[in-house]
């Protein structure tokens, strides 16, 4: 008998056809699922909450805490960990982190039961005639980096409060009264957004904070250290700088009087300040852990130890401060309308990144060649890298910028092995230039009498010293470009959010009077941009390798992508001989195709990447004479 063979798809559905439920049973039915935590209500908690913590464990990064959460009747209470922190863009909680959690009323340990749809959430039973809760925990910080970013070494501090705290569900949190303590090893200093008052004792210095509301004190974190400086930039805005060692706190008064032009520079710009005081945290070490995070009367930042004393050799470093300090405008005071939350559990949602970073990272290189802190030719140079990046990155023809903004969640920001075709963060950079081309255009329809200064005072320069939020969406932003130059700004914008398959957005450089060119020779920008990340030949062989020739990038469809090349592998040999940088350039300056014998793991194999154009790096032509759109707007005010 011939049997007839069914697809596997076909026979699948077949046996779901006629499969039977035994005698007597049932098919299992779906636990229902419910959300048993209190929604946030914008009502007063009935209380104020304390918190001190015991900071002073920094050889192991272990931070203790003791809270008190006052409560006003008998029940079941949900305290949170913080999960969805401003500027993160996804839920990166460390919940992990938080040890050793023992909960108390009247002198009795309480039970707790963590939530099971929300592991960042636990139940307690409050007995009756209870005043207060009594926690006590530990948050322990990571001390290798492949358990997050480290915040303690013996010598500095990175303190945020959303580590070291718990609150109650049900709450706005900017309605929930708190007040905070920290105490730091003897002989420290410590700096912050929210004013305090310290006690010296032998065994640590506390610092005691003003009462303010849980909202403000997750936006105010903590710099601690053993060797810090200060430095006023203006009446409000001041320079807090701690480092591994004193000698690197060295600055001199040209680098100091560069970072208050940058804070004279972006208020010129902005029209307004939204803080009652700022203060940048910067940190220069290589022992803690990096970070850039904007806070609205703070930022935090870290950056090499020789961030004054090797000045010149560290200007892609000097992006960084432009880039917070703008936040505090863009991103805080004008935040997406669908990223504020009332508390820290509801979802943030990402579809205005393009603006809240994109333009910020926009007006980052705008200020830095506004006030000096970078040169006019360093900052073009920078500029051009990033046009030429993007100019030779294939992943625009199939992934639009406005999806990018969902890449935070979907990638949990870990490294990625084809960014090039995968896309990333693009909201940022391709989002720059997307402002940059909004620029050009005013520019052009107005002829020469508008620009996006205009834009920024009328979007920004609103109600000085207020530090809340104005929140914005879509058609507001596109209203107040229409209220500088009347155009169709809502469909240009939508047009560069949503198209795939066109050529990176170039054309608000070239409108404004420069033009992507490859050269031979990179640019001094450039080359320091490359000891940070390594032998970048993207734009001849497309690829990245590490000093000792580990490849750490290939671009998708690139000569080396054709030839094999991989990320993981390590460049062992570069045309018989063994790998060097100085090797690898000169095969591509022969202008022949270059042999490479990569090893991955203890896997040998030889490739040939068919390249014979010589050396390629971008850089920024000038078109026409005098002084064009880009010139203007990096020129100070």
């Keep these: ?14 046996t779901a056809a ?9 098919a299992p039915q779906p636990t229902p699922i419910v959300d ?31 809270q008190t959460i006052p409560v006003d009747r008998a029940g079941r209470m949900t305290l949170l960990f913080p999960k969805w922190l401003p500027g993160a863009h996804n839920p990166r909680g460390e919940i992990e982190k938080l040890a ?41 910080s990571a001390t290798k980096a492949d358990q997050g970013r480290i915040v303690a070494t013996p010598n500095m501090v990175s303190l945020q409060p959303n580590s070291v705290s718990l609150y109650p569900a049900g709450y706005f949190v900017r309605r929930i009264p708190v007040k905070f303590t920290a105490k730091f090893p003897a002989g420290w200093t410590a700096a912050g957004a929210l004013a305090a008052k310290t006690t010296s004792a032998p065994d640590g210095i506390t610092y005691a904070y003003e009462q303010t509301n849980y909202e403000v004190l997750v936006d105010s ?27 690197n706190l060295a600055a001199t008064p040209a680098q100091i009087d560069a970072h208050k032009r940058l804070v004279d520079q972006s208020i010129k710009t902005f029209g307004s300040q939204h803080y009652d005081r700022y203060a940048f945290l910067l940190s220069l070490t290589d022992q803690l852990g990096g970070i850039g995070l904007e806070h609205h009367r703070s930022s935090e930042n870290g950056s090499a130890p020789g961030y004054f004393t090797d000045w010149a050799n560290l200007v892609p470093r000097r992006n960084l401060l432009p880039h917070e300090f703008t936040h505090s405008w863009n991103g805080k005071f ?75 969640i979907i990638a949990s920001r870990k490294p990625k092995g084809w960014v090039s075709w995968q896309r990333s963060e693009d909201y940022y950079q391709e989002g720059m230039m997307v402002w940059m081309e909004v620029d050009a255009m005013l520019r052009q329809k107005s002829a020469g009498a508008k620009s996006i200064d205009d834009f920024a005072r009328a979007f920004f320069g609103m109600r000085d010293g207020d530090w809340g939020e104005l929140t914005y969406t879509f058609e507001d932003v596109a209203a107040t ?9 809502a469909g240009f914008l939508r047009q560069r959010l949503t198209e795939t398959g066109k050529p990176a957005p170039l054309n608000g450089f070239a409108m404004n009077g420069y033009k992507l060119v490859y050269t031979a020779e990179p640019t001094s920008y450039f080359k320091q941009a490359e000891k940070a990340r390594g032998t970048d030949v993207s734009y001849s062989l497309g690829l990245v390798a590490g000093s000792e020739g580990a490849v750490s990038a290939v671009i998708w469809d690139s000569p080396a992508f054709k030839a094999g090349v991989d990320v ?22 022969a202008k022949a195709p270059v042999k490479l014998l990569l090893r991955t793991g203890d896997r040998y194999r030889d490739v040939t990447v068919d390249y014979r154009g010589g050396p390629r790096y971008p850089r920024f032509e000038k078109t026409g004479t005098g002084d064009g759109g880009l010139d203007r707007l990096l020129a100070p005010r």
């Design 221 to 247: 974190p903590i710099l601690a250290g053993r060797h810090g400086k200060s430095w006023a930039l203006s009446p409000r805005v001041s320079l807090n700088v701690f480092a591994d060692t004193p000698e």
């Design 18 to 26: 006629t499969a039977q439920v035994p005698a007597g049973n049932t």
């Design 100 to 140: 050793g959690l023992v909960v108390r009323a009247n002198g009795r340990i309480l039970p707790w039961t963590r939530d099971t749809l929300d592991v960042f959430a636990f139940h307690v039973e409050v007995p009756q005639g209870a005043r207060r809760l009594d926690l006590d925990f530990q948050f322990v």
């Design 1 to 14: 008998m011939m049997i007839r063979m069914l697809p596997l798809a076909a026979l699948l559905l077949a």
């Design 36 to 66: 048993t935590i209190p929604a946030a209500r914008d009502v007063a908690y009935p209380g104020v909450i304390t918190i001190d913590v015991d900071a002073t464990d920094t050889e192991r990064g272990i931070f203790r805490v003791k």
């Design 334 to 408: 004008r935040r997406g309308a669908d990223l504020w939350t009332p508390d820290y559990r509801t979802p943030m949602r990402n579809s205005l990144l393009w603006v809240y970073e994109g333009q910020t990272q926009f007006w980052g290189y705008v200020l830095q060649a506004r006030s000096g802190l970078v040169s006019k030719q360093d900052t073009l140079d920078a500029l051009a890298a990033v046009a030429g990046a993007y100019d030779l990155a294939p992943a625009r023809a199939w992934r639009d910028l406005l999806d990018t903004t969902n890449d935070p």
């Design 481 to 489: 470009l229409n209220g500088v130059v009347p155009h169709d700004w």
């Design 568 to 589: 993981g592998a390590t460049i062992a040999a570069v045309n018989g001989q063994s790998w060097s940088r100085d090797r690898l350039l000169a095969a591509i300056a």
